[in-house]
C-alpha cells in the first residue's frame, strides 16, 4: 500500500490547483486521474476572471497563462456585457483561454513541483477510519492518506460514496455541443432565436477591439439549443442535425463530427464539502450552467482556501476544526454562483418579455454603481468571507499593493509566491509582537503611501497593520490597537509555538 498525506482524485483544474498549493506548503500531495494524460476531448470552459488571474499572481505563474490567452472585457451577465478596465487591479480584464491549455499549464507546474499523478486508473472505493482513509483503485492497487478529496467533477463518485447529498434543481434547458466539418459555411458568431441560442465559430480567434475574429478555415465549433432536456444518452450527429434543423431551418451538410456533447442548467450543491476525513472541491461539490464562465474559475479558488488550510492540520499546526471553515466560507460562494447563474439562464430566454427584461437590466448596469457591483461578483473580485470583525478588509482580498520594504519596492503578491502567511506592519517597527508565530508567519515591516482601493468598494483608509492568510484574504486588521489579534493569530494559524 502506497502512502500519501493527501489524494486527490481528478486532474482537472481544481485538482492541479490544489495539488499545487499542497505542495508549496510541503504536503506529499498524489492525484488519481481516469484519463492516461493530460488530453482534453470536448469544449469545456473558456476563460479565467480577474480574480482568478489574480490567485495566479500570487503564486508566480500567471505570466505562463496570459503568454497563451487573449486579455479581454469578457465580464458580463447573461448577455449584458459589464466593463471591468476601471477595477483597480493589475488584471482588470478576463482572458480567453480554452480548458485544455489551462490543464496543460497547470499540470506542467504541478509537474515541476514533483507531484505525482496515478493515470489511467480510477477510484473503486474508499474507506475511512479514525486516522486515515484507505483508496482502492481500479487496477488493484490501494492508497492510504491522512485526508482523500474528490475533485472528480459533477458525477463525482467520491461525493456519492462519502454519501453527501446533492440538492437542487432540475434542467430547463439542454445544449449540444460539437466540433465538426460542414459542407456549408454557416453565420460565424451567436444567433438568437424564438427556438433558443445556437452560436458558430472555430478553434482559432483573436480578440480584436473586443470582437472575436474566427479563422477563416478548420473544423467549426457548434453549440445549438436542443428541446429534449432530460436525454440519457450521448448526443449523436443526428441529434445535432436534428436541432440545427429546427434551430436554423438546415444543418448546413454537418459531417466528421471530432466530438459531440451536452450541456445543461442543472444546478445542484453538495450539502457539506466535508465529511470525516473526505472533501469536495471544484464541481464534484457544485454544477451549474457554464452562463457567465464562474464554473472553473470557483473550483480554482475552492482549491486555494482549501489547500493551506488542509496543510496545517495535515502539520498538525491547526486543529481539524480549521477544516470546518472551508465549508462556512465555500459554500456561500457556491450558493450564489448557483443563484447568478439561473438568473442569466433565465434572462437568455428569447421571448417577447424576457427581452423587455432584458433591456431594463442592461440599462440598471449602466448605472455605475449597480455595474460595479455585479461585474465585482462576477470576475471574483467581490468575494467576502464572513470572518467576524467590523474593518471592511477583513474577509476581502488584499489588494496587490506596491509595498517599500528595506530592500525596495515590492509588489504584495509577489510576497504570497510560496503560499505563507503575512503579517504587514505599515506602521511603526516593532510595534507588534507576533514571536510566538514566528515559525509559521512572516514578518514584514513596510510603507505604502494613499488609500487602498477595491473595485465593490470605495477607497479604504491605509490600516496600521493586516494579517494576510496565504490565499490572499484578510484575516485581521488593525487601526492602532493589537486588539482580537493573539485570537485572529491562533484561529487561523494555530496556537503559539
Not at 488584471?91 to 497547470?106: D, T, V
Not at 462556512?328 to 428569447?350: C, G, I, K, N, S
Not at 507576533?434 to 490600516?463: C, F, H, K, M, N
Request: glycine share 10%; aromatic share 6%.
Amino acid at each position: 500500500m502506497t502512502e500519501h498525506a493527501v489524494v486527490i482524485v481528478g486532474a482537472g483544474p481544481t485538482g492541479l490547483m490544489l495539488a499545487g498549493e499542497l505542495a508549496l506548503a510541503g504536503i506529499d500531495a498524489a492525484i488519481v486521474e481516469r484519463r492516461p494524460d493530460q488530453e482534453l476531448a470536448g469544449s469545456r470552459a473558456g476563460g479565467l476572471s480577474s480574480r482568478t488571474l489574480e490567485v495566479l499572481d500570487q503564486r508566480g505563474i500567471v505570466d505562463r497563462f496570459l503568454a497563451e490567452g487573449q486579455k479581454a472585457q469578457v465580464t458580463g451577465f447573461a448577455a449584458i456585457r459589464l466593463d471591468i478596465s476601471d477595477f483597480p487591479t493589475r488584471h482588470n480584464y478576463g482572458l480567453a483561454l480554452r480548458q485544455k491549455h489551462i490543464e496543460r499549464i497547470l499540470a506542467e507546474w504541478v509537474g515541476e513541483l514533483a507531484v505525482p499523478i496515478y493515470r489511467n486508473r480510477e477510484l473503486s472505493s474508499f474507506a475511512q477510519d479514525k486516522s486515515g482513509v484507505t483508496i482502492e483503485l481500479s487496477d488493484g492497487t490501494s492508497l492510504r492518506a491522512y485526508y482523500l478529496v474528490g475533485c472528480d467533477g459533477g458525477r463525482s463518485l467520491v461525493r456519492k460514496a462519502a454519501g453527501i447529498e446533492f440538492p437542487g434543481w432540475h434542467a430547463t434547458t439542454s445544449n449540444i455541443l460539437a466540433e465538426a466539418q460542414m459542407t456549408e459555411e454557416p453565420p460565424l458568431g451567436v444567433h438568437r432565436t424564438a427556438q433558443g441560442i445556437h452560436a458558430f465559430g472555430r478553434e482559432k480567434y483573436e480578440i480584436l477591439d473586443g470582437k472575436v475574429v474566427f479563422a477563416s478555415d478548420g473544423p467549426l465549433n457548434i453549440m445549438v439549443t436542443e428541446p429534449n432536456t432530460e436525454a440519457a444518452t450521448e448526443p449523436t450527429l443526428r441529434d445535432l442535425s436534428e436541432a440545427l434543423m429546427a434551430a436554423c431551418g438546415k444543418d448546413y451538410g454537418i459531417h466528421s463530427p471530432t466530438w459531440i456533447s451536452r450541456f445543461t442548467d442543472v444546478s445542484r450543491q453538495a450539502a457539506t464539502y466535508r465529511s470525516g476525513r473526505v472533501l469536495l472541491a471544484g464541481d464534484a461539490a457544485h454544477v451549474h450552467s457554464p452562463v457567465g464562465g464562474q464554473g472553473l474559475n470557483t473550483g480554482v479558488q475552492d482549491a486555494v482556501n482549501l489547500g493551506w488550510k488542509l496543510a496545517q492540520v495535515v502539520k498538525a499546526i491547526s486543529p481539524e476544526a480549521l477544516l470546518d471553515t472551508y465549508h462556512a466560507e465555500r459554500h456561500p460562494v457556491a450558493a450564489r454562483v448557483l443563484r447568478t447563474t439561473m438568473a442569466q439562464v433565465a434572462l437568455q430566454r428569447t421571448d417577447d418579455r424576457t427581452e423587455a427584461l432584458r433591456e431594463i437590466m442592461s440599462e440598471l448596469f449602466g448605472m455605475d454603481t449597480l455595474r460595479k457591483r455585479i461585474a465585482a461578483e462576477m470576475s471574483g473580485l467581490g468575494i467576502h468571507y464572513d470572518l467576524g470583525g467590523g474593518h471592511p478588509l477583513v474577509g476581502r482580498r488584499i489588494p496587490d499593493l506596491h509595498l517599500i520594504v528595506a530592500s525596495g519596492r515590492v509588489r504584495m503578491f509577489e510576497l504570497l509566491h510560496d503560499a505563507q502567511p503575512i503579517f504587514l506592519n505599515l506602521g511603526v517597527p516593532g510595534r507588534f509582537d507576533i514571536e510566538a508565530w514566528s515559525d509559521r508567519v512572516q514578518l514584514l515591516d513596510a510603507r505604502y503611501d494613499g488609500p487602498w482601493d477595491l473595485p465593490e468598494l470605495s477607497s479604504v483608509t491605509a490600516p496600521t497593520a493586516v494579517l494576510v492568510r496565504p490565499d490572499g484574504y484578510v484575516a485581521w486588521v488593525s487601526e492602532g490597537t493589537q486588539d482580537g489579534l493573539r485570537d485572529a493569530m491562533t484561529i487561523w494559524f494555530g496556537t503559539p509555538a
